[in-house]
T-cell receptor, first 111, second 114 residues
């Protein structure tokens, strides 16, 4: 049972435009959410996180939005750069330390 | 300096063999994990250790046995390898077990069972 879903396996965006990556979850007990970025042949690296007490968290070009009622979060990258091309994983956790990951969205930023 | 390292990076072996993957973290973290990323790219937790004690043991065949000789190491031993074990295995660590701590991942070990 997949509790965290990323329904878009891939996304292509022009350099300088906004990239929006989406993630949905089913478990209402999740209260902490993260985005990871993964380059080929490397492990995922932490990008940005958000707690359920917030609905927005911003870090430079990256902003994560959380809509608890819709059980939806999104990652906005503005402006997108070619170096942002990677696979982005959404993850969620509730009580305890178990994280549930989505299947990832492969972002390609076209120069 | 590599924060979380895994060896080997690639492992090709025959069905029925026994193999181990090693993981080390130099971050001083208390908690370490093993994840499996299958062919569908789904990243799923297998085990979690906190201060050398098993915390999470998801539904994983008992052919998989994690071993934590100390806080900085969590090795994964796999007996009687099967074709379905082919996947990328990621080790990770976090400061504690709070569930709100960032996990740092190793580069992954691509296991291919022939």
């Amino acid at each position: 049972d997949q509790q965290v879903k990323q329904n878009s396996p891939s996304l292509s965006v022009q350099e300088g435009r906004i990239s929006i990556l989406n993630c949905d979850y089913t478990n209402s007990m999740f209260d902490y959410f993260l985005w990871y970025k993964k380059y080929p042949a490397e492990g995922p690296t932490f990008l940005i996180s958000i707690s359920s007490i917030k609905d927005k968290n911003e870090d430079g070009r990256f902003t994560v939005f959380l809509n608890k009622s819709a059980k939806h979060l999104s990652l906005h990258i503005v402006p997108s750069q070619p170096g942002d091309s990677a696979v982005y994983f959404c993850a969620a956790s509730g009580t305890g330390n178990q994280f549930y990951f989505g299947t990832g969205t492969s972002l390609t930023v076209i120069p | 300096d590599t924060a979380v390292s895994q060896t080997p990076k690639y492992l090709v072996t025959q069905m029925g063999n026994d193999k181990s993957i090693k993981c080390e973290q130099n971050l001083g973290h208390d908690t370490m994990y093993w994840y499996k990323q299958d062919s569908k790219k789904f990243l799923k937790i297998m085990f979690s250790y906190n201060n050398k004690e098993l915390i999470i043991n998801e539904t994983v065949p008992n052919r998989f046995s994690p071993k934590s000789p100390d806080k900085a190491h969590l090795n994964l031993h796999i007996n009687s390898l099967e074709l379905g074990d082919s996947a990328v295995y990621f080790c990770a660590s976090s400061q504690d077990i709070s569930g709100e701590d960032t996990q740092y991942f190793g580069p992954g070990t691509r296991l291919t069972v022939l």
